[in-house]
């Protein structure tokens, strides 16, 4: 089957984690490797968290926000590659996107993992260091308890349920407890039925009565006995009836039984099967015994056509050596060509660096002072130089600029001033516009006269209607409740206001024949005239504003001056200096490349020196390399010959031997065979004895002289057991029969027993009328009792009784329950630790064997204390306490792999393993690692987090990915 891998991993925000991506490799083994507070334990804890959500405790919230999680892509083997995010805001969120598309969530999970939760995973399949170092602790009981819990529920879920359920039970009931609740209410029962007692005793006539009852009760429980006898005895003589035909059948059996010989029931019962299984056996075995025989010859002639070379198996281990350190001499040949071709590269660069100064002697840069404080007086005179250059530069370009914006500013304050008015032409366009002012001033007042006769008239129009209308409203009001003389006073005042305010206001035809202003211009002119009279006074503003940036760039103009003057006071110093470097290096160049030409000359110095190192560790490889030839050639047969490369020499000794080997291998073989078949020849001829004897004693118990005789008897045989049969199911049916039945079958014949059972039948009749009379009497006794018991103190007291014991009742039940539950629980890791632990310690043996090198060959509990014992491949047995730490970790690492393939679930999920093997020296941790290989099965992923460098150093680069502290 195959697992579910992970791919890669994205955190959004994680612990220690921001906008992290990790992949992992496709080995089934994947080292991270981090030293400490790298994020190991963060890692792990992420992707627990991206298949079973996040934990309770906010330790791994980003502080400053951030959204909470990932996306954690795995490939399944039946859904394909699929992306499981989780985010966690307000509220989780899960969103699992598979390769068709489908968006998933939480419960597509649970049922890809087959119902494993985050416990259950960390029981199984995550472990470290510290669980490695309990196993001393661990007897039957603990362990077992530790491998059941962690298989089946994940955690000690089981353990803390026993003793929640055991709290409980005593909270309920101890034996001699006073506190728990039925035991109190046990207590009050029992004071209860003291109070009935006394009660009971002091009604007048109440016992007389109960004991008259007790009377007819005890008649009646008398007769009711009588009856069930008779009852009884009647179905017996029923059982009887319908036995004697059984009974005349078994008669006759038995005298045909006894027209048999006697010896005809000695024929064995399964002679038959046994002849036919004897000579099964027998054919098969003769055919392979000739079949030995002959394969024996073959290998015979084989083994005589097989002779190896001693001569070259006596240098075998010679060979094997040099083999083993062919190696070496490949890699002094790729260190040999290596430090050619860096001294090919040092001898060209050195070349290159000479050429490009222009020199020829490598001495002369060899005596260079390259000393630090050479360099930095050679750093300091070059930087001077060049800011004095680049200061001459930019004073050259400040210059230039300050004289090009003097020449624009000048140029700038002609231009303003030939644009602005003389002072006659300002005036005469002032006058004319004052004048067209004025004009527009009264040509307004006029329009706005205008306007207030409108408003008037309409508003003195408005008050007229609304006047005339309360008027004849008025008046229409007054008619109609019939005041003639106020009606009349209104009608006459309406028509006194309507003459009054019938003369008409002004006119706006009289308002527009008064005279109008005349003016000599347009409105057109005199908004040009106002145009240039507001651009003539812009004009002379920015002539100001000018003529001050002027005087400011001539003032600029005069400091750039004043500093050319300082620059070529300082300048001086700067080109000495560096002239006289120059002369000591011997650089005739732009002083601004020096710093860069030393720079040169130190790498070329350095170069010359690496190629004389290089010269050296050249001749010493090629002293190794003819060392290895030599010792090569001294095993080869033709020792002159020097033209065959090592590697093909070598290959050829290293072939001879493997062939002379592989014979001699195939000549041992041949011989192991020879025996084998030998003691097969021998195991045969023995099989095939004792098949004869044992038909020879088949025919004696028959007592049958041949094979014929032998199948005679058989028939004969075959016929009695049929009689015997039918005589053994008569029998049979006669089995579950009481002798009195048997006896009461055969005391007569069929009549005389159904007459029998007709005179019991009437006896049943007359002891149920008795018992109906019993109970009618009873009934009345009854009904008088509890008229008294109703009468007083006994009732009340009977009543509290009765529901007192009713809630013992449900006490008890409660308590037998839990009891019950508690016995389950036991029994069931009772049962894991008879039959699912010696199982597991089977297979943990399986690992523990090849984890410590063969050392070690079984795991078992001690009978007498419950502790592991651990036996030796030489039958020594062990405690685990007696055992190193580095044996009793991988002891523990043993069990862990057990429990866990034990535990095979379809989910298949990945390992996790936090150093769990630090203390391991180099070939247990070999050892180890080769077994997580096996224990992956090349499809289960194994994640392994390490702090430690042997650990990393162990396994391929690929398998490896390293987190930065």
């Given at each position: 089957?195959?697992?579910?891998?992970?791919?890669?991993?994205?955190?959004?925000?994680?612990?220690?984690?921001?906008?992290?991506?990790?992949?992992?490799?496709?080995?089934?083994?994947?080292?991270?490797?981090?030293?400490?507070?790298?994020?190991?334990?963060?890692?792990?804890?992420?992707?627990?968290?991206?298949?079973?959500?996040?934990?309770?405790?906010?330790?791994?919230?980003?502080?400053?926000?951030?959204?909470?999680?990932?996306?954690?892509?795995?490939?399944?083997?039946?859904?394909?590659?699929?992306?499981?995010?989780?985010?966690?805001?307000?509220?989780?969120?899960?969103?699992?996107?598979?390769?068709?598309?489908?968006?998933?969530?939480?419960?597509?999970?649970?049922q890809l993992f087959q119902g494993t939760d985050r416990a259950l995973y960390k029981a199984i399949y995550s472990f470290d260091v510290f669980g490695l170092q309990e196993i001393h602790a661990f007897n039957r009981d603990k362990i077992g308890e530790f491998l059941l819990f962690s298989s089946l529920f994940g955690a000690e879920a089981v353990s803390k349920l026993d003793s929640r359920l055991m709290k409980e039970s005593e909270r309920l009931f101890k034996p001699n407890g006073r506190n728990p609740h039925l035991n109190q209410e046990l207590e009050t029962l029992k004071q209860l039925a003291a109070k009935l007692k006394q009660a009971e005793a002091e009604e007048a006539g109440y016992h007389q009565l109960l004991e008259e009852k007790r009377t007819l009760e005890s008649r009646l429980a008398a007769a009711e006995t009588e009856l069930k006898e008779t009852a009884e005895h009647i179905r017996n003589i029923d059982r009887a009836i319908e036995l004697k035909p059984v009974l005349i059948e078994k008669t006759v059996l038995e005298q045909?039984?006894?027209?048999?010989?006697?010896?005809?029931?000695?024929?064995?019962?399964?002679?038959?099967?046994?002849?036919?299984?004897?000579?099964?056996?027998?054919?098969?075995?003769?055919?392979?015994?000739?079949?030995?025989?002959?394969?024996?010859?073959?290998?015979?002639?084989?083994?005589?056509?097989?002779?190896?070379?001693?001569?070259?198996?006596?240098?075998?281990?010679?060979?094997?050596?040099?083999?083993?350190?062919?190696?070496?001499?490949?890699?002094?040949?790729?260190?040999?060509?290596?430090?050619?071709?860096?001294l090919r590269q040092s001898s060209s660069q050195a070349a290159a660096g000479l050429e490009q100064l222009n020199k020829t002697d490598e001495n002369e840069l060899l005596n260079m002072n390259t000393s630090y404080d050479y360099e930095w007086q050679l750093q300091q005179a070059v930087r001077h130089y060049v800011q004095a250059r680049d200061r001459k530069r930019q004073l050259d370009e400040a210059f230039e600029a300050a004289r090009r914006e003097l020449e624009d500013a000048e140029r700038a304050v002609r231009d303003v001033s030939f644009a602005i008015l003389e002072n006659s032409q300002r005036k005469e366009k002032e006058a004319a516009l004052t004048a067209y002012d004025k004009a527009q001033g009264q040509h307004q007042e006029q329009m706005k006269l205008r306007e207030q006769l409108k408003f008037f008239e309409r508003q003195q129009a408005k008050h007229k209607k609304i006047m005339i209308a309360a008027g004849i409203l008025f008046m229409v009001l007054f008619l109609l409740l019939g005041q003639w003389i106020p009606a009349i006073c209104v009608g006459a005042a309406l028509m006194l206001?309507?003459?009054?305010?019938?003369?008409?206001?002004?006119?706006?035809?009289?308002?527009?024949?008064?005279?109008?202003?005349?003016?000599?211009?347009?409105?057109?002119?005199?908004?040009?005239?106002?145009?240039?009279?507001?651009?003539?006074?812009?004009?002379?503003?920015?002539?100001?504003?000018?003529?001050?940036?002027?005087?400011?760039?001539?003032?600029?103009?005069?400091?750039?001056?004043?500093?050319?003057?300082?620059?070529?006071?300082?300048?001086?110093?700067?080109?000495?200096?560096?002239?006289?470097?120059?002369?000591?290096?011997?650089?005739?160049?732009?002083?601004?490349?020096?710093?860069?030409?030393?720079?040169?000359?130190?790498?070329?110095?350095?170069?010359?020196?690496?190629?004389?190192?290089?010269?050296?560790?050249?001749?010493?490889?090629?002293?190794?390399?003819?060392?290895?030839?030599?010792?090569?050639?001294?095993?080869?047969?033709?020792?002159?010959?020097?033209?065959?490369?090592?590697?093909?020499?070598?290959?050829a000794l290293r072939k001879n031997a493997e062939r002379e080997k592989e014979i001699e291998k195939q000549k041992r073989e041949i011989e192991t065979d020879i025996q084998f078949h030998e003691e097969q020849v021998l195991e045969l001829e023995q099989e095939i004895r004792y098949f004869q004897a044992q038909i020879e004693q088949l025919f004696t118990e028959a007592g049958a002289k041949d094979r014929n005789e032998f199948f005679a008897i058989a028939d004969i045989s075959k016929k009695l057991k049929d009689i015997d049969t039918k005589l053994y199911n008569v029998n049979a049916q006669l089995q579950g029969v009481s002798s009195a039945e048997l006896h009461l079958a055969d005391s007569g014949t069929l009549s005389e027993l159904e007459q029998k059972r007709l005179q019991e039948h009437e006896k049943k009749e007359r002891l149920d009328e008795e018992t109906k009379q019993l109970r009618a009497q009873i009934a009345m006794l009854l009904v008088k009792q509890e008229q008294l018991e109703a009468s007083g103190l006994v009732s009340d007291i009977k009543l509290q009784t009765e529901m007192q014991k009713e809630r013992v009742k449900e006490s008890a039940k409660k308590w037998a329950s839990i009891q019950m539950v508690r016995h389950v629980i036991r029994n069931k890791m009772e049962r894991h630790k008879k039959v699912g632990l010696p199982r597991l310690l089977e297979t943990a043996g399986e690992f523990f064997c090849p984890l410590t090198d063969g050392s070690y060959q079984s795991i078992y509990f001690s009978e007498t204390d419950d502790s592991i014992m651990v036996m030796n491949s030489a039958g020594t047995v062990f405690q685990a306490e007696e055992l190193s730490q580095g044996t009793c970790e991988q002891l523990y690492t043993a069990i862990r792999f057990a429990l866990a393939v034990t535990r095979q679930d379809g989910a298949m999920l990945p390992f996790q393993l936090d150093d769990s093997f630090v203390h391991f020296d180099q070939k247990r941790l070999n050892r180890v690692l080769e077994m997580l290989a096996v224990l992956s099965g090349g499809e289960r992923q194994i994640f392994y987090f390490t702090c430690h460098e042997h650990v990393k150093n162990a396994l391929q680069s690929d398998q490896i990915i390293h987190l930065v502290s």
């Open positions: 089957m195959k697992a579910m891998r992970i791919i890669s991993i994205h955190i959004y925000q994680y612990g220690k984690f921001s906008n992290r991506t990790f992949h992992f490799s496709a080995s089934p083994v994947q080292l991270i490797y981090g030293l400490n507070e790298a994020g190991k334990t963060t890692m792990m804890s992420f992707i627990e968290s991206m298949l079973f959500g996040f934990p309770k405790s906010k330790k791994y919230e980003p502080k400053s926000g951030g959204v909470y999680g990932g996306v954690l892509e795995a490939e399944h083997p039946e859904y394909g590659v699929m992306k499981i995010e989780r985010t966690k805001g307000t509220a989780e969120k899960v969103r699992v996107y598979t390769e068709t598309g489908e968006v998933k969530q939480e419960d597509f999970l649970k045909a039984v006894g027209q048999y010989p006697e010896h005809a029931g000695q024929f064995p019962a399964d002679g038959l099967h046994r002849l036919e299984k004897y000579e099964s056996h027998l054919h098969p075995k003769s055919a392979q015994l000739e079949a030995l025989r002959v394969k024996l010859a073959e290998l015979d002639k084989q083994l005589q056509k097989l002779n190896p070379n001693e001569d070259i198996l006596a240098n075998e281990a010679l060979i094997l050596e040099l083999s083993s350190a062919y190696h070496m001499y490949q890699s002094y040949g790729e260190q040999l060509a290596a430090i050619q071709a860096q206001y309507a003459f009054t305010t019938g003369r008409k206001p002004l006119s706006s035809e009289e308002v527009r024949e008064r005279k109008e202003p005349e003016t000599d211009i347009s409105p057109r002119e005199a908004e040009a005239i106002r145009e240039a009279l507001w651009e003539d006074d812009r004009n002379k503003q920015h002539l100001t504003s000018l003529r001050a940036e002027l005087q400011q760039k001539e003032a600029a103009y005069e400091r750039i001056i004043q500093q050319f003057e300082q620059w070529e006071a300082d300048m001086a110093p700067s080109f000495s200096q560096a002239e006289q470097f120059m002369n000591e290096l011997g650089f005739k160049e732009d002083p601004s490349f020096l710093l860069d030409a030393y720079n040169v000359m130190k790498d070329v110095k350095k170069e010359v020196k690496k190629k004389h190192e290089l010269t050296i560790e050249a001749g010493r490889l090629q002293k190794h390399r003819r060392t290895f030839e030599e010792r090569v050639r001294m095993l080869h047969p033709d020792k002159n010959d020097s033209q065959t490369p090592v590697a093909d020499v070598l290959h």
